[in-house]
């Protein structure tokens, strides 16, 4: 299962981004995830769970946005959205898309956080 370590290499990328903000809690991490990257979204969504665990990302939500493919057809040079199951052929003239411009991503699209300090405000005082 690959994704596990998927999951610890998106925590240990948000971490790093914010090293230098200790007073910043993150609450989600916006995910785009390509139709063709290989990666199971419910897997990596268990995966990251776990991960998160004792971590300054405990308690977020990891949030996939689903890219689907795209690709440009020299043969007839239309920007296609290549289908299953046939990924790599082009649904107007049926010559192989060599040129994939979507589908296979992987990236941090961006990260929500709130401060610390504002929760802290938020909660109500113990009885």
């Given amino acids: 299962m690959h994704e596990l370590s998927i999951a610890h290499s998106l925590i ?3 971490e790093e981004a914010l090293a230098s903000q200790p ?3 993150v609450t989600a991490v916006n995910l785009q995830l390509g139709v063709l990257s290989g990666v199971e979204a419910d897997s ?3 995966c990251f769970d776990i991960a998160t665990a004792d ?3 405990a308690g977020a939500k990891l949030q996939i946005e689903s890219v689907a493919a795209r690709a440009f057809c020299a043969a007839c ?3 296609v959205s290549p289908v299953a199951p046939h990924w790599y052929r082009c649904p107007e003239c049926g010559a192989v898309c ?3 411009s979507a589908g296979r ?3 941090i699209a961006s990260v929500e956080v709130v401060e610390n300090n ?3 405000a938020n909660e109500a005082p113990s009885a």
């Fill in 12 to 14: 240990e990328t948000v």
């Fill in 23 to 25: 007073d910043l809690r």
């Fill in 44 to 46: 990596l969504l268990f």
């Fill in 55 to 57: 971590t300054r990302l």
């Fill in 77 to 79: 040079g239309h920007d």
């Fill in 98 to 100: 060599a040129q994939l």
């Fill in 105 to 107: 991503d992987l990236q």
């Fill in 118 to 120: 504002e929760e802290r």
